[in-house]
């Protein structure tokens, strides 16, 4: 009873100064410590603890000074922080120890368990009689050469053709134009046609299969670009080079040096001010880019018609040109790859040493003007990582003719560097273009030629980009004349290939065979032709089944088609399919107005 007396006598002088009320809280709001005892712990008072803060509070409350009452207060608080700061820092201590001997005795356990399966006895295998283990290779070429020698390999290429609609757009004929990816969409910028340079940014969407013009914002290229290049940093392109309109004062096509920034998510154009070296003004050069953050030109043809060797690296984020003093010959119209598993699939780092990526050009024209079939290697200083020169690699197997303004992608699934198209200075197999496709193992340092199936259209000053599997490749010159401005796609992967020529196959040989006619139907054969105008077909001759002729030949005039005479029909089978179509598209006809608006750009 005196005790509960006295408890409101004591918490008094707590009451009179507001500094303690407002540091006493500090001391008890404390994390609880596993390891210490009940009495030790400051997540709760116990009752033992109890009494010694009383009387602790009694002994402040005797001293007559507010100040020095406050002083002995907090000296009490400094200490009591001091020993949760470093009870809790032996917590941490002793929780690292305990997790780094955890780690370290599963290793322990795990490298105990590998060596104790790789020094147990192993198991004999019991075999079926005339069973085999594996199949033996064919022994007419040595075992060595079999092994070096890659498979064969077969590209299947395949058009999305689309109709020229009032409802739809399309873009016009185009070469040299900057071509890149992002997410399922497909970005075209510049380029050249017949109207001249363009200034326009195109979106292909790769699965409606439709073209739209993009309307950006910001500080664009005026006169538009072509002969440029493109690279992809995060969600943003970055477009270098080009030239622009033909100058008649001058009678030169100007070429620039300007750097311009695309951002995808907003639409924006933002051109850059860059600092460090200055690079010439070129067209026709080629670039890619290394590690996570830097973009590397080489060659090119400057505004005096003059073909370039140097080397240069932009630094993306700090927006800086360095100039290396590269050993090449002068090359433009060339290609390079950057067959490196770094690159745009890196994230960035802090480090201002561009990695030693391995980075390869082929073909393109000398100083004379003349084509090469020549592969380089870019090799680097071991110390500093500095870019040294380009070197000519050795290479085995029959290559490409020399050739320029062709495409180069790298699969990595095969691990070999595909080269598209190109324009030779020699005629072969009727055109100066290529229809061809060869891949190039940098492992094996062995060129080979693929099987070219699907649609064979020799090209060049084409663009083609990297889709997983396929190559979609748009535009370009063939047969000297503008491509059809529809994209295109190649398909690598050797199952697809494969299913898709035996499909082919099946649809060009499975010709329906004609049951054995009455004698009224054979009769009406021998009188009247398969084949009639649109006046002379009549409803009461319906033969019962019809053999369509399908032509192969490619076109190359954009005249119309003669006017061929139709063929007859059932009509009973012409509404079903009607009716079926109808089916088909009914959510279309019936939200015909929302699919418009989603069509018109």
């Not at 292909?204 to 439709?210: A, E, L, M, N, R």
């Amino acid at each position: 009873m005196k005790k509960l007396k006295q408890l409101p006598q004591q918490q008094q002088p707590m009451r009179r100064s507001s500094s303690l009320v407002t540091v006493q809280p500090q001391i008890e709001l404390i994390q609880f410590e596993k390891n210490a005892s009940l009495t030790q712990s400051t997540f709760f008072k116990t009752f033992t603890e109890m009494p010694q803060m009383t009387a602790f509070t009694n002994q402040v409350s005797r001293i007559p000074s507010p100040k020095e009452r406050l002083q002995v207060q907090l000296q009490h608080n400094k200490k009591q922080r001091e020993t949760i700061i470093n009870q809790s820092r032996e917590r941490q201590e002793n929780a690292m120890t305990e997790a780094l001997s955890l780690t370290q005795k599963t290793k322990f356990r795990n490298y105990q368990k590998l060596k104790r399966r790789d020094q147990s006895p192993k198991k004999a295998m019991e075999l079926k009689p005339q069973q085999k283990v594996f199949q033996l290779p064919k022994l007419d070429a040595p075992i060595e050469q079999i092994i070096d020698t890659p498979n064969q390999l077969t590209f299947y290429f395949e058009s999305q053709r689309l109709t020229r609609d009032i409802r739809t757009f399309k873009p016009s004929f185009t070469e040299q134009a900057a071509f890149s990816l992002f997410n399922d969409q497909l970005y075209l910028y510049g380029g050249i046609g017949g109207d001249g340079i363009r200034n326009q940014m195109l979106k292909y969407d790769i699965k409606f299969q439709i073209w739209q013009v993009v309307q950006g914002i910001g500080d664009h290229p005026k006169q538009g670009r072509a002969g440029l290049t493109v690279v992809q940093y995060k969600n943003k392109f970055i477009y270098f080079g080009g030239c622009g309109q033909f100058n008649p004062k001058l009678k030169l096509r100007e070429c620039t040096n300007s750097i311009y920034e695309y951002t995808v998510s907003n639409m924006n154009w933002e051109k850059i001010h860059p600092q460090g070296d200055y690079i010439e003004p070129r067209r026709q050069h080629k670039a890619c880019l290394v590690g996570p953050k830097w973009m590397l030109v080489y060659g090119g043809i400057n505004s005096n018609e003059e073909v370039l060797s140097d080397t240069a690296v932009f630094n993306i984020e700090k927006q800086v040109w360095k100039l290396f003093k590269v050993k090449s010959p002068p090359v433009s119209c060339h290609a390079i790859v950057n067959i490196s598993s770094q690159g745009k699939f890196q994230e960035s780092i802090s480090t201002d040493i561009m990695p030693l990526d391995n980075i390869y050009s082929f073909g393109g024209k000398d100083a004379e003007g003349n084509s090469i079939n020549v592969i380089r290697k870019l090799s680097y200083c071991n110390s500093n990582n500095t870019p040294l020169s380009w070197d000519v690699i050795e290479t085995i197997g029959k290559g490409p003719y020399p050739m320029h303004n062709h495409t180069i992608e790298y699969l990595r699934k095969v691990q070999g560097i595909a080269v598209i198209g190109g324009l030779r200075d020699f005629i072969v197999n009727g055109t100066l273009e290529s229809d061809e496709y060869y891949i190039f193992y940098p492992t094996l340092n062995i060129w080979q030629q693929v099987i070219a199936e699907g649609l064979k259209i020799p090209r060049c000053a084409h663009s083609t980009i990297l889709l997983s599997s396929k190559i979609a490749v748009f535009g370009g010159i063939g047969s000297e004349r503008y491509l059809e401005p529809d994209v295109g796609f190649i398909e690598t992967d050797q199952q697809q290939v494969l299913s898709r020529i035996t499909k082919d196959r099946i649809m060009h040989n499975n010709t329906p065979t004609l049951e054995e006619p009455s004698k009224m139907e054979f009769q009406l054969r021998k009188k009247r032709s398969m084949f009639y105008e649109e006046s002379d077909v009549s409803d009461g001759y319906k033969p019962f089944k019809i053999t369509l002729r399908k032509t192969t030949q490619i076109r190359r005039s954009y005249l119309p088609n003669p006017q061929r005479k139709q063929v007859l029909m059932r009509y009973d089978i012409m509404i079903g399919f009607v009716k079926k179509v109808i089916h088909d598209n009914l959510h279309i006809l019936q939200n015909f107005e929302k699919y418009l608006e989603r069509k018109i750009i």
